[in-house]
């Protein structure tokens, strides 16, 4: 069974960085694509980024600011994040997926970032 755990998060004051990791274990081969999602209080959950063969892909948020990267032989996953906001404040959810041909099949508990002024 494959475990994903997503670490890293944490208090940071606004125009900080932070970086968060995430590992998919428990898996023989490597996840096709991973991501990042996130959900602010009373808001639905939000794309954040992704990474697979075909790229790397950002929510309009934060493009410029945020970077994913992968070791793929690792199954890990990691997302800086510069010049945090007070509205980057949520719970990041990684999630794994094994083909690129279907949806995401694997989600951590998530891992909370706190923006303050």
């Known amino acids: 069974q494959v475990h994903v755990v997503e670490s890293g998060g944490g208090l940071v004051e606004s125009g900080g960085s932070l970086r968060l990791s995430c590992a998919a274990s428990?898996?023989?081969?490597?996840?096709?694509?991973m991501g990042w999602f996130r959900q602010a209080p009373g808001k639905e959950r939000e794309f954040v980024a992704s990474?697979?063969?075909?790229?790397?892909y950002y929510g309009d948020s934060v493009k410029g600011r945020f970077t994913i990267g992968r070791d793929n032989a690792k199954n890990t996953v990691y997302l800086q994040m510069n010049s945090l906001k007070l509205e980057d404040t949520a719970v990041y959810y990684c999630?794994?997926?094994?083909?690129?041909?279907?949806?995401?099949?694997?989600w951590g508990q998530g891992t909370q970032v706190t923006v303050s002024p």
């Open positions: 428990g898996s023989t081969v490597s996840m096709a694509r």
């Open positions: 999630a794994a997926q094994r083909s690129l041909a279907t949806g995401y099949d694997y």
């Open positions: 990474i697979s063969r075909r790229g790397t």
